[in-house]
Each structure stands twice: as C-alpha cells, then as structure tokens.
C-alpha cells in the first residue's frame, strides 16, 4: 500500500511518532510516498527527522503558535490574528498539498495532527482512507480528565481536533493506558508510537537530572536553578538557534541542541527527567521507567492536558515552573509503571497494522 503522511511540524512529538509508524509500513512491505510537514519560518526540521524518515520531504507553511518575547508561553489570539492575516499563504499550501495528492495517489492519507490535512479535507475529496492520529484526540473520551476552569481553551482544543480530522475514517487517539475503544464512531485508543530505538536501549541510573524543553525561555529557568543549586548535574536538550551544539555553562549544566539519538541515550542513563508535558517524551520516560515531572508550557491547553494524564497514568508529577527540586523531593516515592506501561507499548506493531491495512 501507498501512505502519504502529513505532519505538524511542531515540536518532537509528531515527527517521531512519523519516525516510528514510518519504520513499521516498511518492515511491513508498504510504500511512504511522501512526507508533507506542516511548518513554520521560526522552526528548522531537526536532522533526526530529515535523516530518519526515508522518504522524500516537502515542507509547507501551516499555522503555528505564536510565543511571547521570552519563548514561553503561548499566546490564544496572536495566534489566531496571525493565522487569519496569513490566509493566502496557507490557502496556497493546502492547493500545493491536493497537488501532491492528486500525484501520489496515495491508498490511505495519515494525519498527524497538521491543520493543512483537516483543511484540504473540508476542501477537497480524494480517493484514499484518511486516518488522524494524535493523543489530542484522546480529550473525546468520557474517562479523560480536564483541567479545571479553561472553558474557552477546552473548547478551542475541541475545535482543533474537529479541524484537524475533519471526515476522518478512523481516528486513533495515542494513550498513555488503554481505555474503551468507540468503534461505532471510528474512535480507538491505541498505544504510544515508540520507535525500536527505544526499546534497544540499555536503561541505567547516573545521578544527573535530564531536561527537555523546546522553547528556548526556560533555559534561563534552568539556569536559575543552577546557579542555587550548583551541586546538581544537569543535562538539558532545547532549541536555541543562537547557541552552540554544545553551550556548556560549566561541568554541572550543559545544553545540547536536539540530538535525538543522544537525548535517548542521556534519558537512559538519568535520574529523574523533566518536561514540557510533551506527550512522546514522557512515554518515553515511562517506558525507560524513569520518574518525571512535567512543566506545561504557559498558555498551552494541550499540554495542561498532557500533564492531568500522564500523572494519572503513573508518570510522575506536574509543576508550574522548572524548581527541579520538586522532583528530587519526589523519586524516593516514584512507583515504577514499566511492568504496566512495556507490554501496552510493545503491542502498537499489531494494532497500527490491523488498524491502517
């Protein structure tokens, strides 16, 4: 079969779920035709991606989220003013995408959670399946729990999920548990895209914290703590275009841009790790059973979301800011899920290929 993947380019998440389901199709005998990135000028597709997904790339520009002066938080309606003023642009990527879909002529179309592919959907018709995948379709589940109040950002979140999988086949929302699938809807729960990388990994425990944050803010946050707590090995992995590959503080902190095959290797090996609230990096801590806390970005609802889940599923725990001290205070009573959460993960093989072929 033929897949034509389409992804936001936001973030570590979605690409490396393409990464994964990408390596899967192909050790099955199926075709990537093409990858189509959704992105913006501020993001650069890191070479992880470029290198590992084995398919020809074509990026083209889809609303992103606009970020404050500190690259923190997320703003609702800068956001939104830019995506409304940027119109034409984006009305040129989605005829350039039924181009590309016309050529390839792909047997099923995958989604992973790019507004370009809702769109072109509500616009055009094609041939093919149209499958969405992303574990922001998990807040449709009447067992997901939300954050409280935030009813505006709640039903922005719900809004997107509409766009984003618009006339939808299937969609298969990524959980760190498994719940009651909806057939009836076309709605299944299936475990998260962990690449073999992963799994191969040799997990031990040295006594340095590890970091991941992709706006490049919070490296200052980082820094802070640092300097109160100089004592403390810190690793952390951000996007900062004006920094080195390696921006060493001193032998105690050091930065590294995203290097995904060394961030593996750094969350092997660490104590305790602390994120973003990204949903592909705290499965990826899970399953390394490593203890966690997550710091969702400000503004960012999903990530809000992320954090309610992933605690509940046993992950770790949620702060408000980067006081790493939280979680050092929190590993003696981490309780290790892996004997849940491994079996859960190692079963995505046989559900994605009865699901998509």
Same mark, same amino acid.
């Given at each position: ?26 050790? @099955? ?20 991606? $470029?290198? &590992?997904?084995?398919?020809?790339? $074509? ?9 404050? @002066? ?36 792909? *047997? ?13 959907? +509500? ?15 998990? +807040? ?22 509409? +766009? ?6 299937? +969609? ?29 990994? *040799? ?13 490049? &803010?919070? &490296? ?19 996007? %900062? ?14 930065? %590294? ?42 503004? %960012? ?10 605690? @509940?599923? &046993? ?43």
């Amino acid at each position: 079969m033929r897949f034509l993947f389409i992804v936001q380019g936001e973030g570590r998440g979605h690409m490396t779920q393409a990464l994964a389901l990408s390596s899967l199709l192909r050790r @099955k005998g199926h075709q990537i035709a093409k990858v189509v990135v959704g992105t913006s000028p501020s993001r650069k597709l890191p070479d992880f991606f $470029l290198s &590992g997904i084995e398919a020809p790339i $074509l990026q083209l520009q889809s609303p992103n989220f606009i970020k404050d @002066k500190k690259q923190k938080s997320i703003k609702l309606l800068p956001t939104l003013i830019q995506t409304i003023w940027a119109w034409k642009t984006y009305l040129k990527s989605i005829r350039a995408l039924a181009l590309i879909v016309k050529e390839e002529d792909p *047997d099923v179309i995958i989604n992973f959670y790019d507004f370009l592919a809702g769109i072109y959907k +509500i616009c055009y018709k094609s041939r093919g399946q149209f499958i969405c995948i992303a574990h922001q379709y998990l +807040i449709s589940h009447p067992e997901f729990t939300f954050p409280k109040g935030k009813i505006i950002e709640r039903l922005t979140m719900k809004l997107a999920n509409q +766009i984003t999988s618009f006339n939808a086949n299937k +969609i298969l929302a990524l959980s760190f548990q498994y719940f009651k699938n909806d057939a009836q809807n076309n709605f299944f729960i299936v475990p998260p895209l962990l690449r073999s990388e992963v799994m191969e990994l *040799d997990i031990s425990e040295n006594n340095y914290l590890l970091v991941y944050v992709v706006n490049a &803010g919070y &490296g200052e946050e980082i820094e802070g703590f640092h300097a109160r707590h100089p004592s403390i090995p810190i690793i952390c992995f951000w996007d %900062h275009k004006e920094k080195p590959k390696e921006y060493r503080v001193d032998d105690n902190l050091i930065f %590294h841009q995203l290097d995904d095959l060394l961030f593996l290797e750094k969350m092997a090996a660490c104590k305790g790790f602390v994120t973003t609230a990204g949903f592909e990096a705290v499965c990826e801590a899970m399953y390394l059973g490593k203890p966690t806390m997550m710091v969702p970005v400000e503004g %960012h609802y999903e990530q809000a979301c992320n954090a309610i889940d992933a605690a @509940k599923a &046993g992950a770790g725990i949620s702060s408000e800011s980067f006081d790493l001290g939280l979680l050092i205070d929190y590993i003696p009573a981490h309780e290790n899920t892996t004997e849940i959460f491994q079996p859960w993960a190692r079963n995505s093989d046989e559900i994605f290929i009865q699901h998509l072929t």
